[in-house]
């Protein structure tokens, strides 16, 4: 079950007892990130939303954890680069742990071309200085 929790409603004591729990455990502890960044956002005033992996999504929130259409998100599922599954005769689900599968692929293929359009301009940039 996916929940989000408004930094609004939490206490700020209960914040603080998350910060502690987070300090009482081992430096480097994958629990211990998490509840950082739990506590971090709420008391910043961020929401903060956790979900399992086998969470099931719709594609309305799918698109909207993604920050793209409805629309565009159907052309990545009829691609096939977001696995989904139909519930019924015809509603699509996404279970969580394939978004944030797609999500990571995403932003590691943005890092490459990033990277490979830098070098680029440092080519080209060499390329001009030599010229002079």
């Known amino acids: 079950m996916t929940t989000t929790l408004s930094a609004s409603v939490v206490p700020e004591n209960e914040i603080d007892a998350l910060?502690?729990?987070r300090a009482s455990l081992p430096d480097g502890s994958e629990l211990g990130k998490v509840l950082g960044a739990m506590s971090d956002g709420l008391r910043s005033g961020v929401g903060v939303t956790v979900?399992?992996?086998d969470?099931?999504?719709t594609p309305a929130r799918a698109a909207a954890m993604?920050?793209?259409s409805r629309t565009h998100l159907y052309k990545i599922l009829d691609a096939g680069l977001l696995p989904f599954h139909v519930v019924g005769e015809r509603d699509r689900r996404i279970f969580m742990v394939d978004l944030r599968e797609y999500l990571t692929r995403t932003m590691a293929f943005r890092a490459?071309?990033?990277q490979s359009i830098a070098k680029r301009q440092e080519l080209e940039d060499d390329l001009?200085?030599?010229m002079e």
């Open 51 to 53: 979900a399992r992996d």
């Open 19 to 21: 910060s502690r729990l």
């Open 128 to 130: 001009l200085d030599s």
């Open 66 to 68: 993604l920050g793209i």
């Open 112 to 114: 490459a071309d990033a």
């Open 55 to 57: 969470d099931q999504l």
